[in-house]
């Protein structure tokens, strides 16, 4: 490996946290930024060549999805820089999702997507979700039903409606995401809906819809009439 330019050699205002200061983030690079969140680089080369090695093998999606055990494994990131990216992105996602209220009102399978695909969407495992509404479809409560396999995530009616009676829901939104990265249902979707519908027929409570969440898209399943 050759040896590169530490950032107190550089020029003030080639250094990446002089930069953010003078003239803000959005002037930065990916690497530059990246930088500033590393802090430090090695005895053989410096934080901005560490970043830039970083993105050049992951890009900025993937390099969210990086565990602490698989970023320790890159020469030059240790424990502490392995906490530094993960806890950014987990911040990132959760901003992706934020709201004012702690109970905003759900009004369309939209805001369903907004509001949890920044958890679900980059997950290698199928994830099972629940949100329980008020009669006025205001959020009361979010839960994680089951995470499950790669491709299959095992849910019964009774671990969606033992949480919905606990908070007196008025109905219930589900939402699952696929690893694969297509939203398309499955049998096994739509007959888990099925069930999921006779079941709050039968307890009260409404299941409003079913959200399948994609790489980059959704599906409602009431919007395509399995509800």
Do not use: W
């Amino acid at each position: 490996m050759r040896y590169s330019i530490k950032i107190k050699d550089m020029p003030v205002d080639e250094r990446p946290r002089e930069r953010l200061m003078k003239y803000g983030p959005d002037v930065l690079s990916n690497a530059e930024l990246l930088a500033i969140i590393l802090r430090t680089g090695t005895s053989k080369e410096s934080v901005l060549t560490l970043s830039q090695r970083l993105l050049r093998y992951y890009n900025l999606r993937r390099l969210s999805q990086l565990s602490t055990s698989i970023l320790k494994s890159i020469y030059g990131i240790s424990d502490a820089k392995a906490c530094q990216v993960v806890a950014c992105f987990e911040i990132a996602r959760r901003l992706a999702s934020f709201t004012e209220s702690p109970h905003p009102q759900i009004r369309s399978s939209r805001d369903v997507y907004n509001l949890i695909s920044p958890r679900l969407k980059d997950m290698k495992k199928e994830a099972f979700v629940a949100l329980y509404l008020d009669t006025k479809n205001h959020l009361i409560k979010e839960e994680t039903i089951s995470i499950g396999s790669l491709n299959a995530s095992i849910v019964h009616p009774r671990e969606v409606f033992k949480s919905a009676v606990i908070e007196s829901a008025a109905s219930v939104i589900i939402i699952h995401n696929h690893p694969s990265g297509d939203p398309t249902p499955s049998k096994d979707d739509v007959e888990l809906t099925k069930e999921m519908v006779i079941a709050g027929k039968i307890m009260g409570i409404e299941v409003l819809d079913h959200i399948i969440i994609g790489d980059s898209s959704f599906i409602s399943l009431k919007e395509k009439e399995f509800i």
